[in-house]
C-alpha cells in the first residue's frame, strides 16, 4: 500500500469514528478537527476528496453499506426455511432497514441525497434493493422481485426525506415506531396485491 493510500485511509477511519461519536452531526466535524485527529495537513483533505462534504458522503456510504449487510442473508441461506411467507419477510426486513434511517437521521439523509444526484450500481440505494430481492423467494421472475424492491425502497426513502409533513399527506406519524411498522406493513401489502402482481405477465414474455 502506497503512502497515499495510508494516508487517504486513515482520514476516512478517523472521520468515519467521528461521524459515530458526534451522532452523525456533522457541523460538529470540521475539517480543522479531522486533520488533527489523523495527525494530517489540512490541505489533504481537499487533496484527496476535493472537500470535507465528499469525504463525509463517501463515508457515511460504508458505514451504512456495512449496517446493512445485517439486513440481507449470505446466498448460501436462501434455501433455509425460516418459517416466514415472503411478504413478511419482507415487511420484517423492510421495518429494520427503516428504523435505521430514523435512528441515524443526518447519516440516512446524506445517503439517500447522494445516490439521486449521483445513482450508481454500488450505491447504498441499489445495495438495498439487490437485498431485499432475496427476501422474495417463491416463483415470482427477477424482473418482477427487482420491480418490487425497486419501488419498496424508493417509497421508504421518499417518505423519510418527507417525514415532517407524512402524517399530512401519507396519514403516517413515521417518527412514531408503530406507524412506521404499519407503513411498512401497508406498502408491502400493496405490493403484494394481486392486482399489482398481475402485471408480471408483461415480464414473462
Not at 411478504?87 to 445517503?111: G, M, P, V
Not at 422481485?145 to 406519524?173: C, E, P, W
Request: hydrophobic share 40%; with cysteine; aromatic share 10%.
Amino acid at each position: 500500500m502506497s503512502d497515499n493510500e495510508i494516508i487517504k485511509n486513515r482520514i476516512i477511519e478517523i472521520t468515519t469514528e467521528l461521524l459515530k461519536e458526534y451522532g452523525g452531526n456533522t457541523k460538529k466535524i470540521t475539517s480543522r478537527l479531522i486533520s488533527e485527529k489523523a495527525g494530517i495537513g489540512l490541505g489533504s483533505i481537499n487533496y484527496f476528496f476535493g472537500s470535507k462534504e465528499k469525504l463525509i458522503t463517501e463515508c457515511v456510504q460504508r458505514i451504512i453499506n456495512k449496517l446493512l449487510i445485517g439486513f440481507t442473508p449470505q446466498i448460501t441461506d436462501l434455501s433455509e426455511s425460516d418459517g416466514l411467507s415472503d411478504k413478511a419477510r419482507l415487511i420484517s426486513w423492510a421495518s429494520q432497514t427503516f428504523d435505521f434511517l430514523f435512528e441515524h437521521q443526518e447519516i440516512a439523509c446524506i445517503s439517500i441525497l447522494s445516490d439521486m444526484q449521483n445513482y450508481l450500481a454500488d450505491s447504498n440505494s441499489i445495495y438495498t434493493q439487490k437485498g431485499f430481492v432475496f427476501a422474495i423467494r417463491t416463483k415470482k421472475n427477477e424482473k418482477t422481485k427487482k420491480l418490487l424492491a425497486f419501488i419498496l425502497v424508493s417509497a421508504m426513502q421518499t417518505a423519510f426525506l418527507a417525514k415532517n409533513i407524512a402524517k399530512d399527506i401519507l396519514g403516517y406519524d413515521l417518527y412514531s415506531k408503530s406507524e412506521r411498522d404499519l407503513f411498512i406493513s401497508d406498502t408491502v401489502t400493496l405490493l403484494f396485491d394481486d392486482k399489482f402482481s398481475k402485471g408480471e405477465a408483461a415480464y414473462e414474455k
